[in-house]
C-alpha cells in the first residue's frame, strides 16, 4: 500500500492569490489524481497527472486556473489560482491504486 | 459519464443497531470501493470490492455486479462509525485511467 502525504494540511488565504499543494507518495506511481470536495459535496476529479506528460483535466476544470506538476514519479503539485470563495474545498491527492487518498487539504478562501 | 448514487442520504442510529447503505450504478465497473470520511476529512478505505462478499469485523459488503449494485452492511453500531460513507466507481477502459466516479455518499449519525 502507498503511503500518500499533502502539504499544507490547511491554510487560508485571500482572494485573488494562489496557493500550491504538494503530495508526496513513498513509492515510484505511473498516475496521480487530483479531486476536489466542496462543502457538504462529494468528491469530484479535477485532473490526472502523469510523469512527463501534461495533466489530463477533467470537464469544468482547466489549467489555468488548476496548473499541476509531475516532476517525478512520487511528486506532484496542484496550484489554485486567483482564488475566490468558491474555491474553498479539501484538495485530495490519489494514486493509480485508488484505494489510498492523502489526508487532504482544507483550503479556505477569504 | 457513469452515475453512482447512494442512499439513504442521511442515516441516524442508536448506538448498537444494525444499518444497510445501498450504491447504485449506471454501467458496468471494473473497481468499486467504500469509503469512510472521518469528520477531520480523511478518506479511509473499507473495502475494495467488485463483485462477491467480503467482511471485515462489523463491516460486510456485497456488490452484485449484474445488477449494478453494492450494499454496505453495519452491524452494531459504534459513536466512532459517525461520518461519510462513500461509494466510488471505476472503469478501466483502453486509454482510460484508474479514476474513481464518487457517489454522493451517506451522512451516518450514531447516538450514544
Known sequence: SAVISQKPSRDICQRGTSLTIQCQVDSQVTMMFWYRQQPGQSLTLIATANQGSEATYESGFVIDKFPISRPNLTFSTLTVSNMSPEDSSIYLCSTEDTQYFGPGTRLTVL | ?112
Request: hydrophobic share 30%; net charge neutral; aromatic share 10%.
Open chain 2, 1 to 112: 459519464g457513469i452515475q453512482v448514487e447512494q442512499s439513504p442520504p442521511d442515516l441516524i442510529l442508536q448506538e448498537g443497531a444494525n444499518s444497510t447503505l445501498r450504491c447504485n450504478f449506471s454501467d458496468s465497473v471494473n473497481n468499486l470501493q467504500w469509503f469512510h470520511q472521518n469528520p477531520w476529512g480523511q478518506l479511509i478505505n473499507l473495502f475494495y470490492i467488485p463483485s462477491g462478499t467480503k467482511q471485515n469485523g462489523r463491516l460486510s459488503a456485497t456488490t452484485v455486479a449484474t445488477e449494478r449494485y453494492s450494499l454496505l452492511y453495519i452491524s452494531s453500531s459504534q459513536t466512532t462509525d459517525s461520518g461519510v460513507y462513500f461509494c466510488a466507481v471505476g472503469q478501466i477502459s483502453s486509454g482510460s485511467a484508474r479514476q474513481l466516479t464518487f457517489g454522493s455518499g451517506t451522512q451516518l449519525t450514531v447516538l450514544p
